[in-house]
């Protein structure tokens, strides 16, 4: 099969099985496999594109989410190892590490938590972004911890990953980052969450117990849509002040931030 048929191949199965993105997840696809970008896959439409990307199409087709079947996502500047261990590194989520930097801006080798850790998508792009920073990340999953130190690793990143939850927030940091559960059912959601880990998904409370027990200059929470004035009163009621929220790209309310 070329790979102009397999492109075809692909995206039509994809969007009978209800993808977003039939078209780009084929072109992923079909890239990872064939070792190039999505925009090299149209070098040569009639090459033979192989059939190692069968494998990888049918679990798509099943809604695993496309960066498990791919192994790899990429977030801010990075390029991070992911399966079901913890949660996809999701774009709105660079919002939190946006706001993050700025609020550390001029705060020499600043002390950084990142709560609920998972891949280390947040830690690791805030230590990368600033080299100084002395950042740990704590999950209470071992599966999550785990990955996070193989991304570590491999990214060549020195933060620190232990066991733990929201009463390390009370050690005393600089600023505390955090992307809590908060989906309260998963009911009428995309079927690729029911792939990922649901103890990182689904919750509620979390937000108020990371702004009642953090010791920290800066507290920015990612919240779900809709959750901002909730959770800014919250930060409110504790004390915070300079509460904001911040919109992701798409103009749905994503982050919280407040200052004590």
């Known amino acids: 099969m070329t790979v102009r048929e397999a492109l075809g191949e692909a995206e039509r199965r994809l969007a009978a099985a209800g993808v977003d993105t039939p078209r780009v997840d084929a072109e992923l696809l079909l890239a990872h496999v064939l070792g190039t970008t999505r925009s090299g896959v149209y070098a040569d439409l009639d090459r033979d594109g192989g059939d190692d990307w069968e494998p990888l199409l049918a679990r798509r087709e099943t809604r695993e989410p496309l960066a498990y079947v791919l192994g790899e996502w990429g977030f801010r500047r990075l390029t991070l190892k992911t399966d079901a261990r913890a949660l996809v590194p999701r774009p709105e989520s660079e919002i939190v590490v946006e706001r993050a930097l700025a609020l550390l801006e001029g705060v020499a080798a600043p002390r950084v938590l990142d709560i609920g850790v998972g891949s280390g998508a947040l830690a690791l792009a805030i230590k990368d ?125 994503r982050v919280v931030e407040g200052r004590r």
């Open 129 to 253: 972004e600033l080299p100084d920073a002395l950042v740990t990340g704590v999950d209470v999953s071992p599966d999550a911890l785990s990955l996070a130190r193989e991304n570590a690793e491999l990214l060549g990143l020195d933060v620190e990953l232990r066991e733990g939850g929201i009463d390390v927030a009370a050690d005393g940091w600089d600023l505390i980052v955090s992307n809590p559960p908060y989906v309260e059912s998963l009911d009428g959601l995309q079927p690729e969450l029911h792939f990922e880990p649901q103890v990182a998904v689904i919750g509620a409370g979390f937000h108020e117990a990371i702004a009642r027990a953090a010791s920290t200059r800066f507290l920015v929470l990612e919240i779900g849509a809709g959750q901002g004035a909730e959770v800014s009163a919250v930060l409110e009621a504790e004390s915070y002040r300079d509460v904001t929220v911040t919109l992701d790209l798409a103009g749905r309310e």
